[in-house]
């Protein structure tokens, strides 16, 4: 799993003067969504779990760092590759599935799930590697995932994520985060 996620940061890294083919990285990042979707259904039932985790977050992080940008100018003068914005949103949406099998996997994942919330935290608040944050659009399609994460969460977990945080701009956005969960998303128990 940190080889397929290696790979992709080193193709979203630098094009080194290359130019790449749209629909070509578009499948990869595709194809790389799929083998961690796959890890998290299949093999997280084994008693490796305690080693898996923090390769899986290290994935999640790198597929995660590859929607941060959508300005193409600003990428591209830094010599990295950037989608359109079709292309993040569909990325998005796959990326999206990642989560909600989190969610699926409650007993093995929920103890861990804080540390994938702070990384897409952080990655909104503009702590990446182009800290640049994820745009509205791409937030937007990665929403109901996050909120997935939120949800097995204990209240533990969140406060002391929130402690975590500090004061900024992501203790900013966990609060936002966790109110939208609450208005938005969370099971109330009425019909």
């Not at 997935?148 to 992501?170: A, F, K, M, R, W």
Request: aromatic share 12%; proline share 3%.
């Amino acid at each position: 799993m940190l080889h397929a996620a290696s790979c992709c940061a080193l193709l979203f890294g630098t094009n080194n003067g290359r130019d790449f083919d749209s629909p070509f990285v578009f499948l990869l990042f595709c194809f790389y969504l799929r083998l961690v979707l796959m890890l998290l259904v299949c093999y997280l039932f084994s008693s490796e779990i305690g080693r898996c985790v923090p390769l899986l977050q290290d994935s999640v992080s790198i597929l995660l760092s590859c929607l941060e940008s959508t300005d193409s100018k600003m990428v591209n003068m830094a010599g990295c590759f950037a989608w359109n914005m079709e292309e993040a949103l569909k990325c998005a949406s796959f990326f999206r599935r990642i989560y909600e099998e989190m969610r699926q996997q409650r007993e093995i994942i929920g103890k861990h799930a804080m540390h994938f919330l702070a990384g897409y935290i952080s990655m909104f608040s503009g702590q990446g590697p182009f800290q640049t944050g994820i745009t509205r659009e791409i937030d937007e399609a990665l929403r109901p995932g996050v909120y997935s994460l939120i949800d097995i969460c204990e209240e533990s977990d969140l406060q002391q994520l929130h402690t975590y945080l500090g004061e900024g701009p992501c203790r900013t956005t966990l609060a936002d985060l966790v109110h939208d969960y609450k208005l938005h998303f969370q099971y109330q128990g009425k019909i």
